[in-house]
Antibody, heavy 135, light 112 residues
């Protein structure tokens, strides 16, 4: 069973850096195909995807926030860390850690070999941690 | 960015009756694999979103068969054959075709 738990400060001041930790179980980020991401949700709003890191250290970021976001992993501790610099009141919300599920969609020919093809997407979410940005 | 638009935004339903939610994308979500990169999630009150449907029409593990997804390209539908009290919450569609994943604005299902 896959579980994820977010931890970090509940209150940060404007201009400060937010550091959130996702501690997970039920899978390993050293296993090929695995990934962990972050999504946030402002009060009463739709979720907003932020960042993703894969087992091979491939990282993806929300383009409009790329200069403020950093995602990293500690495979030995089963943790993923997200930092968001220069916090602003508009960054207030609930931050979720997510697991990238892998769903087989077919097979592809790669360099003469038939290999499985997968669709990766968020399948399990943590309970979330609420962050308020206020002076 | 791919913009996802849901309708209706609010959906009052009598228990036992069917319900339908529409989701439209600003670009086709049909991947070269032939699959539509579209998920549906339900966020129950006070909880985190849970995956209902992936690739447009595949139910996630443990999801009751009263939930079904259909559509292709830019038009998708989530149907609940017979609404139960536990189905209340906000339903979101989400596209995963582009690296920048985007969600619809949500449809709030409530029991009449």
């Amino acid at each position: 069973q896959i579980t994820l738990r977010e931890s970090g400060p509940t209150l940060v001041k404007p201009t400060q850096t937010l550091t959130l930790t996702c501690t997970f179980s039920g899978f390993s980020l050293s296993t090929s195909g695995e990934g962990v991401g972050w999504v946030r949700q402002a009060p009463g709003k739709a979720p907003e995807w932020l960042a993703l890191i894969y087992w091979n250290d491939d990282k993806r970021y929300r383009p409009s926030m790329k200069n403020r976001l950093t995602i990293s992993k500690d495979t030995s501790r089963n943790q993923v860390v997200l930092t968001l610099t220069n916090m602003d009141p508009v960054d207030t919300g609930t931050y979720y850690c997510t697991h990238e599920g892998r769903f087989k969609v077919g097979m592809n020919m790669v360099r003469g070999l038939l290999v499985d093809s997968y669709y990766y997407s968020m399948d399990v979410w943590g309970k979330g941690t609420t962050v308020t940005v206020s002076s | 960015d791919i913009v996802m638009t849901q309708s209706p935004l609010s959906l009052p339903v009598t228990p036992g009756e069917p319900a339908s939610i529409s989701c439209r994308s600003s670009q086709s979500l049909l991947h070269r694999s032939g699959h539509n990169y579209l998920n549906w999630y339900l966020q129950k009150p006070g909880q985190s979103p849970q995956l209902l449907i992936y690739l447009g029409s595949n139910r996630a593990s443990g999801v009751p068969d009263r939930f079904s997804g259909s559509g292709s390209g830019t038009d998708f539908t989530l149907k609940i054959s017979r609404v139960e009290a536990e189905d209340v919450g906000v339903y979101y569609c989400m596209q995963a075709l582009q690296t920048l994943i985007t969600f619809g604005q949500g449809t709030r299902l409530e029991i009449k």
